[in-house]
């Protein structure tokens, strides 16, 4: 008897064994939302692709859309099954110790994150670019596009927005009245009504876009994407300015294999591609390589309120220039706190309850001390993806933010008739919001990567995730993932043109 994973993904050895044949058109490593969206761009083009993921094949869409969604119980354990600690430390403490304790976590799955997360896709604003070598305008098509694949749906998106009743519009009037400006959540799940033969596609979910862009194929063919699941791509090799080869490994094999392609793409989270390109060496290339690396400063808090609402309600206070964080706002609930292995709490909320859950996001620092380090610890990932640490600190400007983010809170719960009950700083790391690692320059030699994530100096390798990114808006960063990965898609295509 087969499993389901047979008829979705490809062996390793299919790839490598007698006529094999010469390798794909591109070979991504993960499949996340930066992979996939990768992969069906090259793929739509008539490129030959191949995704090695390090995790197994576990779930065909986003576990909210699952009848899982339900089942309190049972979710954690699909986390568990594809979960895996990560360490991210304060420099003085690991300088002294040497020590790098798995605090945080990250998954490795088909699919990646995107089978877990919590569906807020706000935009970054135009300021949030002033760092970066391109404009919000440059930018906006990749949005206009992504917001389309990902079916969005919110105040600008073409979808209506998901909770759209008179308590929502209250919610936001109480905040708009108390001059605190406040709009819908934008939201990765499908709004469009049921009609003509069109069902909603629910959360978006890299997994599922895969299997229904109906581009998976068992073999290398052109026009077509090879999945191959438990397998991790342990590092790259290099001559001559050309990346050579990819040498990779099942998750229980004891032997490497060395795979080719005309390019090669990093796709496996900003810290993991950052990991791959440090266990590549490539920090011999650019010094860049592995630094600037931040993730969000991440405030949460409780509030209750003095008066039940009627409805269910997702409300997003938007960052400005002078305050930049954003807030998401969801409830009503009896009581509960934030957790990672139930990000879609906001589905399963109670009109009887009156705690409200508040999530502030700030931009984070991308100092150049802020690094991936390669240690000696295995780590508890699949087939030594463990063995980093993320080591990296607070500035004054993040410990400003994080002043403002915890003192705006109260104002926000007068404003909506609650008191604030309790409030938390998570610790660096904590909101799986990271970026770095690989920085883009407009120039060559100024940055690891260009405007498109080619890596300036290995013309035939890109990086399709926000490893690129030189720094971090207040949005979270799944939409802006998928719009660059559209972009580096567009760049890449160029240059295998
Ligand atoms: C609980 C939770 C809630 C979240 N909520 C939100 C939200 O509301 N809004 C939002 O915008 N973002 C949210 N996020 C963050 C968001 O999910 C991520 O930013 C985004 O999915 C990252 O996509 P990615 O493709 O870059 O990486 P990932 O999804 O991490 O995918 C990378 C894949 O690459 C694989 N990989 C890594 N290294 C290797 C290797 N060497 N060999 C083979 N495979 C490898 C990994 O196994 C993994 O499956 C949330 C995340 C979590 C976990």
């Known amino acids: 008897m087969k499993s389901l994973s047979s008829i979705v993904t490809t062996d390793l050895a299919s790839l490598t064994g007698a006529g094999a044949g010469s390798g794909p058109d591109v070979l991504i490593v993960g499949s996340g939302t930066a992979g996939v969206t990768s992969a069906i761009e090259f793929a739509r083009n008539g490129l030959s692709v191949v995704i090695l993921e390090a995790g197994p094949f576990v779930l065909p869409m986003h576990v909210g859309s699952s009848p899982f969604r339900s089942r309190g119980d049972l979710t954690p354990q699909i986390h568990d099954l594809v979960r895996h600690r990560t360490s991210w430390v304060e420099r003085a403490p690991f300088e002294t110790s040497g020590e790098a304790p798995l605090n945080n976590d990250s998954w490795s799955v088909v699919g990646g994150r995107t089978l877990f997360w919590g569906g807020c896709t706000p935009r970054f604003t135009e300021w949030d670019f002033d760092d970066w070598p391109l404009t919000l305008q440059d930018f906006a098509p990749y949005y206009d596009r992504a917001e389309d694949l990902m079916h969005v749906s919110g105040p600008r998106a073409k979808r209506p927005p998901f909770f759209r009743g008179e308590g929502q519009q209250e919610f936001l009037d109480r905040l708009i009245a108390a001059g605190i400006d406040a709009e819908h959540a934008s939201l990765a799940v499908d709004t469009q009504a049921v009609q003509n033969g069109y069902m909603s596609r629910s959360f978006d979910c890299s997994a599922s876009r895969l299997i229904r862009s109906g581009l998976l194929t068992r073999a290398v063919t052109p026009g077509g994407i090879a999945l191959v699941e438990n397998t991790v791509a342990e590092r790259v090799e290099h001559a001559d300015g050309q990346v050579t080869g990819l040498i990779a490994r099942g998750v229980d094999a004891s032997e490497t294999v060395r795979l080719t392609a005309r390019h090669y793409t990093f796709a496996c989270g900003a810290i993991q591609s950052t990991r791959l390109a440090l266990a590549s060496g490539l920090k011999d290339l650019h010094p860049d390589v592995g630094t600037h690396v931040a993730d969000h400063q991440f405030v949460q808090g409780l509030l209750k309120l003095h ?191």
Not at 376 to 403: K, N
């Open 307 to 497: 008066e039940p609402l009627k409805e269910p309600i997702y409300a997003f206070i938007p960052p400005t220039r002078e305050r930049p964080y954003h807030i998401q706002i969801q409830g009503p609930f009896t009581e509960t706190w934030y957790t990672p292995y139930h990000a879609t709490v906001w589905l399963d909320c109670d009109v009887k309850g009156t705690y409200l859950l508040a999530y502030c996001f700030g931009v984070g620092e991308p100092s150049a001390s802020n690094e991936v380090r390669i240690t000696d610890g295995p780590g508890t990932a699949p087939g030594g993806m463990g063995g980093y640490t993320v080591i990296a600190d607070r500035t004054d400007h993040d410990h400003r933010i994080l002043e403002e983010m915890t003192g705006f809170l109260p104002e926000v719960a007068k404003a909506v008739g609650a008191d604030l009950v309790r409030s938390k700083v998570n610790p660096l790391g904590a909101a799986l919001h990271e970026i770095g690692g690989l920085r883009m320059s407009a120039q060559e030699g100024d940055g690891v990567t260009d405007t498109h994530g080619r890596f300036w100096q290995l013309g035939n390798l890109s990086v399709a995730d926000s490893a690129a990114w030189p720094s971090q808006g207040s949005a979270n960063s799944y939409l802006t993932i998928t719009a660059w990965s559209l972009r580096h898609a567009e760049g890449v295509l160029a240059r295998l043109a």
